[in-house]
């Protein structure tokens, strides 16, 4: 066929190949027209979206190429061959209207896979549009067109113009980025599969070409021997070149779906359509109804023309035209059995047009290809792709994403599962969080306030609106919400719920809901007729009418009920169908309208569904992020006890390749800065700690999550320790302190990100929570006074002021008294004044004396039984300069340091102050003479003991020093506990004030604060035990020490953390808490120690919840010793003394036994090594503080 071309139009073809764009014309076929039209027009609310508008195709696509979106013309099945002659007329006419190329610029067909019945969620919108999270792709998702779009493009640079290249949306090409092929001396009647290699196993389920030519070129076209469809391994190891070894594995040359017709053979496809094929085509089709009156489409393509079967059979091989003449290949070719409901002269008219032509092949020797024509190969596809944390690199050269736009809150999620274009938020669901099981793929799906529980290997793809029941879906199942395009109420939209397995087989009568049909009608009781139809001569899970139709309000309610049955059934089987809420469940079922997949292929709505998928992406998400944005907001500055999920903020940033913090990250840290900042200036120190908390948290969460981490440098601002030292010390500039913290903060923290430097993005988050802590002492002090002094109340020279008290055992409450809790929430404990060994273990002697100058402070540990030293450490202050650590809890004698600050005896220091003022300087204004202090603090407890050791001698620092100096305020218990509350501020180890409201006040004691009254207000109600309980009680409670020492800052830091996101089992346990403490009061009162032993052993277990999980809090040891004594009836309760992880475990025996009966039980246990373990006689004390 000769054509005559314009120079112009030539230049223009040469042109657009030399930018290595080598289609003019790109069709891309759907199922139906509504899908085509929806891929090339777009929902009517997002038309920019449309996946073959020009600005969403690979760059690189020529602005001038066609692109068209089509079907089968009239809807009308016609086969890939059919389909292929359609598109190939549809392109022509596109080009000639357009004036484009003359007519012979190149076509690529892509066909989206007819029914795609083998892999039913992708039957509405085909195939071709199958969405992929790839991971190098960040601005939109991917999909199977795109994708060959992108390889043939690059692998056919040099294709001749006037080619015609037909190519399976099923299928995805892994090229390699090869080099492209050159089409140098071959001629143009040659038509070219595509193939690469592939194991023998995966070979005989696909399209086999027999080449001799064994070659080491990444791309080689070769002539072909024989073409094989599904050859048995027998088959293909009997062929010469058919079976090579590649890589130490047998392989074989597969067909990709890849046919490239070159021009002369592209014009021989166009010669069928001017021939007995021309109902094939639109024009044709067409014609013949207008000659045929009352003929329907389906009438006149009463057969399928296939491709491979009908077209490429009639094109020889080389080694087919070598073994047979032209009259024996015709005679095969008409007898072969897929030919046979075709008429003979139609058959020998494709054989007459197409034989002259030669079938080659090119072979791409590292290429691979994907075929995704089962649902079962499209879920090992993305799951083997997707790049999770603990595996870096994915099978292939196309990675996929686990998260892609993808808004979730309160849901647990399988690291080997993928979630895309989906909003599930769990957050205000009243039957908890929802879990995602591995290998499962959520696609496409909004949710709110539901949750959904969902196994492994499922599909779950466009389920919407809410359900107050539990959305529960077992492993293997395919689900998907479909809307449908006749709607019966305006305030209704009707959808179809398709439930499958994943191993159903769709054309055939074997398996149902992945059970046998027959086992599953006999069971259930459901009859054929309730399935199938008289009309249905085949009874197939294709026709069977068990996806069933439900309507969904405005509001989105989804009614889970009529899908109970299917899976309690699966799970539990036939005996399930004996609960009434089961029968209640397939009731509701059977009385629905149901479809068979078949229907929904022809009514399903493709146009909304485009249009819904979109919004989710460009709508639907970018609100809800807002929203939540908002809404974390009010409850920060309502002071809600309300939530703050974060989850999807920490989500959205867990895209392996592309970890550049979003515009809603950028988003959310504004809300956060503006909140702290707002409320630092407005004085609302409770809110600015919460949010710098949180914000701090979130970095923590990141940090965690950052894939792979590595160590890229990131600069980080060290001037950053100077604000936070300021914003520690009370400084009049809260508001700049903040505001320069945060400035060096989050732009490393975005950097950090970034470069997916977690030690930097850890640096930050402890930063900011340093900021929050300091913020918290705010509520609870305001500055640290200057001492007032009067002179006649000094202590004689040399005269040693002591002060001792008892040790303090907590019985329930505790945490609910640690700021900001305590005055967040409002706090109440219950505790006891106790003495050790007869002895009160805490105290501490201070005086003035000339044999000194300066402040001379030790910090000593002695043995409680003989009072020997066991540890002892003595500084000696000489300069402010020398009280700079005092902040470190670890540093020598720094609870002694901070009592000094706290009483106004030495200033405190900051990045203002005059460092050089000594202290023997100050006690010379006190005296008018040169002398010198000593302090000295004693414990007869180890350390870590958790008896509320620090608070209670803190107490007595504060008692002994104050008293010797002539401060009267120390003398009031009441005041002397809120100065210990200032020192652990200062003292930055935080804490509560139970313990030293514990040891201060003798006996057992209810100590409560008053909720949102800053800064905090401590009441404290004594109770008189009765002295016959009081004898029982000293009887029954028991100390032993675990022998395993803890430092409670680091339980805090997490539990403060924790109580910042405010869950609502953190906000529970604390209202738990809070009123176990009155339970404990009330049951000695009533002489009930079997009660308070149950009350002991929950506050054990409310102490965990606290501090969560791996927090360390639940020593092995302490665990087993519990559970011992409990299981051997020697103790009614138990619990660790303090925040938990070590120090003292607190018993209240059975009556009757004693620490003899305790430690028998521990001895005969032969796993356990009680050594370490050491009983203390224990007695309550009602003398506090003296």
């Known amino acids: 066929m000769t054509k005559d071309y314009s120079s112009e139009k030539r230049r223009r073809i040469e042109d657009q190949n030399k930018k290595g764009a080598p289609f003019h014309t790109i069709v891309v076929t759907s199922p139906d027209a509504t899908a085509a039209e929806a891929a090339r027009l777009g929902p009517p609310e997002a038309a920019r979206l449309a996946p073959l508008k020009r600005e969403n195709l690979p760059a690189f696509i020529d602005r001038n190429t066609n692109l068209i979106s089509s079907s089968d013309p009239l809807d009308t099945r016609m086969g890939s061959g059919g389909g292929t002659l359609a598109a190939i007329q549809e392109a022509d006419n596109v080009a000639k209207i357009r004036e484009d190329y003359g007519g012979i610029g190149s076509i690529l067909i892509i066909h989206a896979g007819g029914q795609s019945s083998r892999c039913p969620t992708q039957m509405t919108l085909g195939k071709a549009w199958t969405d992929l999270p790839l991971a190098e792709q960040t601005t939109q998702l991917s999909n199977p067109t795109y994708i060959l779009i992108e390889s043939l493009s690059m692998l056919l640079q040099n294709l001749p113009c006037g080619s015609i290249v037909v190519a399976a949306s099923d299928v995805i090409l892994d090229l390699k980025n090869g080099t492209p092929?050159?089409?140098?001396?071959?001629?143009?009647?040659?038509?070219?599969?595509?193939?690469?290699?592939?194991?023998?196993?995966?070979?005989?389920?696909?399209?086999?070409?027999?080449?001799?030519?064994?070659?080491?070129?990444?791309?080689?076209?070769?002539?072909?021997?024989?073409?094989?469809?599904?050859?048995?391994?027998?088959?293909?190891?009997?062929?010469?070149?058919?079976?090579?070894?590649?890589?130490?594995?047998?392989?074989?040359?597969?067909?990709?779906?890849?046919?490239?017709?070159?021009?002369?053979?592209?014009?021989?496809?166009?010669?069928?359509?001017?021939?007995?094929?021309?109902?094939?085509?639109?024009s044709g089709l067409e014609s013949r109804l207008a000659q045929e009156k009352g003929a329907t489409p389906g009438a006149i393509i009463n057969l399928k023309l296939e491709l491979y079967s009908h077209l490429l059979l009639a094109i020889p091989t080389k080694g087919s035209k070598e073994r047979e003449c032209k009259d024996t290949r015709l005679k095969k070719y008409l007898s072969n059995e897929s030919n046979a409901d075709f008429c003979s002269k139609t058959l020998e008219m494709i054989f007459d047009n197409l034989s002259g032509l030669e079938l080659k092949v090119c072979t791409i020797l590292d290429g691979s290809f994907t075929h995704l024509g089962?649902?079962?190969?499209?879920?090992?596809?993305?799951?083997?792709?997707?790049?999770?944390?603990?595996?870096?690199?994915?099978?292939?050269?196309?990675?996929?994403?686990?998260?892609?736009?993808?808004?979730?809150?309160?849901?647990?999620?399988?690291?080997?599962?993928?979630?895309?274009?989906?909003?599930?938020?769990?957050?205000?669901?009243?039957?908890?969080?929802?879990?995602?099981?591995?290998?499962?793929?959520?696609?496409?799906?909004?949710?709110?306030?539901?949750?959904?529980?969902?196994?492994?290997?499922?599909?779950?793809?466009?389920?919407?609106?809410?359900?107050?029941?539990?959305?529960?879906?077992?492993?293997?199942?395919?689900?998907?919400?479909?809307?449908?395009?006749?709607?019966?109420?305006?305030?209704?939209?009707?959808?179809?719920?398709?439930?499958l397995h994943v191993t159903d087989h769709i054309k055939k009568h074997s398996l149902c809901f992945g059970v046998p049909f027959e086992i599953l009608l006999d069971e259930t009781g459901l009859a054929y007729d309730e399935l199938w139809s008289n009309?249905?001569?085949?009874?197939?899970?294709?026709?069977?009418?068990?996806?069933?139709?439900?309507?969904?309000?405005?509001?989105?309610?989804?009614?889970?009920?009529?899908?109970?049955?299917?899976?309690?059934y699966l799970q539990e089987g036939k005996e399930s169908l004996e609960d009434s809420s089961v029968q209640a469940s397939l009731l509701a079922w059977r009385q629905l309208k149901r479809l068979s997949l078949s229907e929904i292929q022809d009514i399903a709505d493709a146009s909304y569904e485009f249009q819904y998928r979109s919004m989710i992406r460009v709508k639907y998400i970018p609100d809800k992020v807002l929203c939540s944005i908002s809404s974390i907001r009010e409850v920060l500055f309502h002071r809600d006890h309300a939530e703050v999920k974060l989850d999807f903020l920490i989500d959205l940033l867990s895209d392996m390749q592309s970890q550049v913090p979003s515009e809603y990250f950028r988003d959310t840290i504004k809300m956060f800065q503006e909140v702290i900042l707002f409320s630092v200036k407005n004085g609302a120190y409770d809110i600015g700690s919460r949010a710098l908390m949180l914000l701090g948290a979130v970095c923590n969460d990141i940090s965690k999550t950052l894939r792979p981490p590595c160590s890229a440098e990131v600069a980080f601002n060290e001037e950053i320790f100077s604000y936070l030292d300021s914003l520690k010390s009370l400084s009049d500039s809260p508001l700049e302190d903040c505001n320069l913290i945060l400035k060096c903060t989050l732009d490393t923290i975005e950097s950090a990100i970034s470069l997916s430097n977690t030690a930097i993005l850890s640096k930050c988050s402890s930063c900011l929570e340093e900021a929050a802590f300091s913020l918290t002492a705010r509520c609870v002090v305001t500055s640290c006074p200057q001492a007032q002094y009067d002179q006649r109340k000094f202590i004689p020279l040399g005269t040693w002021v002591i002060s001792s008290a008892p040790a303090r055992v907590d019985l329930s409450g505790g945490w609910s008294d640690t700021p900001p809790i305590s005055y967040e929430f409002g706090g109440a404990v219950a505790c006891l004044a106790v003495t050790l060994c007869d002895r009160k273990p805490l105290s501490a002697r201070c005086r003035l004396t000339s044999d000194i100058t300066g402040i001379k402070l030790t910090v000593e540990n002695r043995d409680i039984e003989n009072g020997e030293i066991r540890e002892s450490d003595s500084v000696h202050i000489k300069t402010a300069e020398d009280l700079s650590d005092f902040r470190d809890p670890l540093a020598k004698c720094a609870l002694l340091k901070c009592a000094l600050v706290v009483l106004g005896i030495i200033p405190m220091p900051s990045r203002k102050s005059n460092t050089n003022e000594t202290a023997d300087g100050i006690l010379c204004t006190l005296r008018n003479l040169k002398v010198g202090l000593e302090l000295?603090?004693?414990?007869?407890?180890?350390?870590?003991?958790?008896?509320?050791?620090?608070?209670?001698?803190?107490?007595?620092?504060?008692?002994?020093?104050?008293?010797?100096?002539?401060?009267?305020?120390?003398?009031?218990?009441?005041?002397?506990?809120?100065?210990?509350?200032?020192?652990?501020?200062?003292?930055?180890?935080?804490?509560?004030?139970?313990?030293?409201?514990?040891?201060?006040?003798?006996?057992?004691?209810?100590?409560?604060?008053?909720?949102?009254?800053?800064?905090?207000?401590?009441?404290?109600?004594?109770?008189?035990?009765?002295?016959?309980?009081?004898?029982?009680?000293?009887?029954?409670?028991?100390?032993?020490?675990?022998?395993?020492?803890?430092?409670?800052?680091?339980?805090?830091?997490?539990?403060?953390?924790?109580?910042?996101?405010?869950?609502?089992?953190?906000?529970?346990?604390?209202?738990?808490?809070?009123?176990?403490?009155?339970?404990?009061?009330?049951?000695?009162?009533?002489?009930?120690?079997?009660?308070?032993?149950?009350?002991?052993?929950?506050?054990?277990?409310?102490?965990?919840?606290?501090?969560?999980?791996?927090?360390?809090?639940?020593?092995?040891?302490?665990?087993?010793?519990?559970?011992?004594?409990?299981?051997?009836?020697?103790?009614?309760?138990?619990?660790?003394?303090?925040?938990?992880?070590?120090?003292?475990?607190?018993?209240?025996?059975?009556?009757?036994?004693?620490?003899?009966?305790?430690?028998?039980?521990?001895?005969?246990?032969?796993?356990?090594?009680h050594k370490s373990l050491k009983w203390y006689t224990c007695k309550i004390c009602n003398e506090g503080l003296e």
């Open 535 to 568: 009309e249905d001569s085949h009874k197939l899970l294709w026709n069977a009418r068990i996806h069933p139709v439900i309507l969904v309000q405005n509001q989105g309610l989804i009614d889970w009920t009529p899908f109970i049955w299917i899976n309690r």
């Open 936 to 1169: 000295v603090s004693t414990s007869l407890l180890p350390h870590g003991s958790g008896l509320g050791t620090s608070s209670i001698l803190a107490g007595c620092v504060l008692s002994s020093l104050g008293r010797c100096v002539g401060t009267e305020s120390v003398l009031d218990k009441h005041e002397l506990v809120g100065k210990v509350l200032n020192l652990e501020q200062l003292l930055s180890t935080g804490g509560g004030w139970q313990d030293q409201v514990g040891g201060i006040f003798g006996g057992l004691k209810l100590c409560t604060a008053d909720s949102n009254i800053i800064p905090v207000r401590v009441h404290v109600e004594q109770y008189e035990i009765p002295h016959e309980t009081l004898a029982e009680f000293n009887e029954r409670l028991v100390l032993a020490y675990s022998g395993q020492p803890r430092l409670a800052k680091n339980i805090l830091q997490n539990v403060v953390r924790r109580w910042a996101k405010r869950t609502p089992e953190i906000v529970k346990n604390v209202n738990d808490l809070v009123n176990g403490a009155r339970l404990c009061i009330t049951s000695i009162q009533r002489n009930n120690f079997e009660d308070l032993g149950s009350l002991l052993t929950a506050y054990w277990a409310q102490k965990k919840i606290m501090a969560g999980e791996d927090s360390g809090v639940d020593p092995i040891t302490v665990k087993r010793i519990f559970d011992l004594l409990s299981l051997e009836g020697v103790a009614v309760g138990s619990t660790l003394t303090g925040a938990g992880g070590g120090g003292f475990m607190t018993m209240i025996l059975r009556e009757g036994m004693t620490v003899q009966h305790a430690n028998r039980v521990l001895e005969n246990c032969e796993d356990f090594d």
């Open 374 to 499: 089962t649902t079962k190969e499209l879920i090992d596809f993305l799951i083997s792709r997707a790049k999770t944390q603990n595996r870096e690199e994915s099978k292939g050269a196309f990675s996929l994403s686990c998260r892609r736009f993808a808004f979730l809150n309160g849901v647990q999620v399988d690291d080997r599962s993928i979630i895309m274009n989906s909003i599930i938020d769990s957050s205000s669901s009243s039957k908890g969080p929802s879990f995602i099981g591995s290998g499962s793929v959520v696609e496409h799906c909004n949710l709110e306030n539901t949750t959904i529980r969902i196994g492994s290997s499922c599909i779950v793809s466009g389920l919407r609106g809410y359900s107050v029941d539990v959305i529960e879906i077992p492993s293997y199942i395919v689900f998907q919400v479909l809307p449908l395009s006749s709607n019966e109420c305006e305030h209704t939209t009707q959808y179809v719920c398709m439930y």
């Open 181 to 282: 092929i050159s089409f140098q001396n071959i001629s143009g009647d040659i038509v070219l599969g595509l193939a690469v290699p592939a194991p023998l196993a995966t070979a005989k389920n696909h399209g086999v070409f027999q080449v001799n030519l064994i070659h080491n070129r990444g791309e080689h076209i070769s002539d072909v021997e024989s073409f094989f469809q599904k050859p048995s391994i027998h088959l293909m190891n009997s062929h010469q070149g058919c079976v090579f070894t590649h890589n130490g594995q047998q392989m074989a040359w597969i067909d990709t779906g890849v046919v490239i017709f070159l021009p002369v053979a592209a014009d021989a496809l166009r010669n069928l359509i001017s021939h007995e094929l021309s109902h094939y085509t639109r």
